[in-house]
């Protein structure tokens, strides 16, 4: 349906300091907002934790028309296990690899593929090519069985097939935005601690049936439509479900999500006081204790 949008992947990271470092020196990537909260997200957008964290949206540019990357950190949680459930996020630049070498960050090359991986262990695949239209390119997610997984992306999700073959298909909701990429990886699909969640915009109307279309498919819903509110922003409404592999997949509403969705000129001043004035991993330090690992 192309009144939907690909809005943005989370990811769950315990080194605030470093990754931010990463996406703008490596990646050269804004911070477009930042937000700090004492108290987990009604959704667990930051997790199943219910202690003080911040969400900070960062990327090539306004989420009206880029895909991007949300932060979230725990304070407290220095790392996550990994799982096998993410594959990277593709995206084209002319100048990136050549930032990273700058920046001392090392690449490596897997199957033919540029891959910088971030402070946390999130994979970027960087291809050296000129970028049309929003960088970001494509976000590439495990499967365990691909047949079922492009029925329920193409059938209950509404998105359009670009290409398939015995081991991935690509999909998406308009020429023009990032794709989703289902690999096939023979096994289960393990999430662990770091799991991530991609969400979609939709017309604010679409959210109910984009719910009972899951529930009449016996599909999961971990969140049921539900209001979320942001201090001195926009509230949205979001429906949060899981595929056949528990990928998190958010649906939010679209009008208000564009008014919430707006660039923060202070983002970049608000990151790094929030940075500065976290001292966590001093306090740790002086105990001579390690964060705690999720």
Known sequence: MTSRRALHFVFKIGNRTETARFLRNAL???????????????????????GKWSKSMVGYGAEDNHFVVELTYNYGIGTYQMGNDFKGITIH???????????????????????????DGYQFIIEDKESNGDPVKKVALACSDLKKSVDFWSNLCDM???????????????????????????????????????????????????????????QTILTPLVSLDTPGKATVEVVILADPDGHEICFVGDEAFRE?????????LLLDQAIAADKSDEWFTKKGIPKAAA
């Open 28 to 50: 050269g990537m804004k911070f477009l907002r930042h937000e700090e909260f004492e108290k987990g997200c009604d959704a667990a957008c930051n997790g199943p934790y219910d």
């Open 93 to 119: 630049s002319k100048n990136i690899l050549e930032n990273a070498k700058q920046n001392g960050y090392s690449v490596t090359q897997e199957g033919g593929q540029n891959i910088l991986t971030s402070p």
């Open 160 to 218: 359009k097939i670009y290409s398939q073959d015995d081991k991935s298909a690509v999909l998406g909701y308009g020429d023009n935005q990032c794709k989703l990429e289902l690999i096939d990886i023979g096994t289960k699909v393990e999430h662990a601690k770091a799991f991530g969640r991609i969400a979609f915009s939709c017309p604010r109307i679409q959210l109910p049936d984009i719910q009972e279309k899951m529930k009449s498919a016996n």
């Open 260 to 268: 919430l969705s707006q660039v923060d000129p202070k983002a970049d």
